[in-house]
């Protein structure tokens, strides 16, 4: 989970180039340059022609490479598909007697996963915790099989639970190249589940004493509650976003 | 370049799972369960180790997915070198009469490549500008090239130039993969080669007037400079770091 497209620190540095960077490229080649038809755009001078032509067939050797290795993502995925689909079977399995959260196998599995996990460990609050330990399970499908970088959506599997309505709640994330020469993706939008909330159970809102403007002893009695927001795993992740 | 291990934005998510990831495993396995001892360890219950089995299998597949993808890696980047070496060809080739900078066939191309890239942009000031006209190339080479996890050096190289006296800047980061279950790398090092910067050609600082404490007219005349640091490509990108 990378926090910011274009970002750079010193400090941090943790993939490293996977793959050779064409910063030639960069030089030459701008956004936009493939719309220009040739009638607008001048002329270029024979070094950056031959330099172009050069980077041309880097892009296509880099392409070719995306292909192969998205051939083997969908490979292991589905070498790794039956695992997830036992480990799910496993934390299913109701004894009978035991609790009746999400994952009665090991109470609470997922809710530990989440917290043990770097991106999302400081999105989960204390009352977020009580409704995670429904989650059931988290899968994840590709946008398109054949185009990773195409988006992908997780999808959240909750037991029935005195929170919502929703059995699954859902996050799709729409993205695109942006920049091939630098490998650059776009997340274009991001369309989340509303979650249905029963009455009175929403974690995201606190209920807050609503100040009554003026009045005396007697109106101070009509105390009146209202709901504020408040920072919470499903207010925060579940967002919807549009570029 | 990815600025900070364990950063998450629910606004960007540029690249998302390239591979499943195995949540599941995070819940149970934590960083130092490898080297506790079955003696020290307490008997897992039945469906943990269950569940361990299972994530075992699922990261022995995540470790084969890595090395097919090494492989991959290998292949393409032995295709393109000579696109890369090319290109090198072209940019150094001098008409006898063109401009003495690090690319005489297309005067400031690595500056220009450079500030549109997103990951230096930011950090190339205008005093860093006539430094880097001066750059040939930039190379870059992992550090095992079985394991791209364990980290690369990139290294700028620079024709004879006013400013210093290196022919090669080097920026060499040491990585390793701290948490095979989510994929996590930690830069435990880098190291990049000292400067020797040419006297008085230094542009990483500036010349300011010291305040002299005291004194009357007379020691008021003599003026004493010191050198400030100032914002620079050459002092924040090549800075040494240790864990």
Not at 202 to 222: I, L, Y
């Amino acid at each position: 989970f990378d926090s910011r497209a274009g970002s750079f620190s010193p400090t941090h540095h943790p993939t490293g180039p996977r793959r050779p960077s064409p910063l030639r490229a960069m030089g030459l080649v701008k956004k936009g340059d493939a719309e220009a038809t040739p009638a607008e755009a001048p002329e270029d001078p024979p070094v950056v022609k031959q330099l172009k032509e050069l980077d041309d067939k880097y892009l296509e050797l880099e392409k070719e490479y995306d292909r192969e290795v998205q051939k083997l993502l969908v490979k292991f995925s589905a070498l790794q598909q039956p695992l997830l689909e036992e480990r799910k079977q496993v934390l299913l399995t109701s004894e009978g007697d035991g609790p009746t959260t999400g994952t009665p196998a090991l109470s609470g599995f997922w809710l530990k996963a989440m917290q043990h996990h770097p991106n999302f460990e400081d999105f989960i609050q204390e009352w977020d915790e009580p409704v995670m330990e429904f989650l059931q399970d988290i899968t994840k499908a590709h946008a398109d099989e054949e185009d990773s970088n195409k988006g992908f959506k997780l999808v959240f599997h909750f037991a029935e639970n005195p929170y919502f309505e929703n059995k699954e709640i859902e996050k799709v994330y729409t993205s695109e190249m942006s920049n091939p020469y630098c490998g650059e993706i776009d997340v274009k939008e991001i369309k989340c589940t509303t979650i249905e909330w029963k009455a009175g159970k929403d974690v995201t809102v606190e209920k807050v004493a609503k100040k009554v403007k003026g009045g005396g002893a007697k109106k101070a009695k009509q105390k009146k509650e209202k709901d504020e927001p408040r920072p919470s795993f499903f207010r925060e992740f579940f967002r919807n976003l549009k570029e």
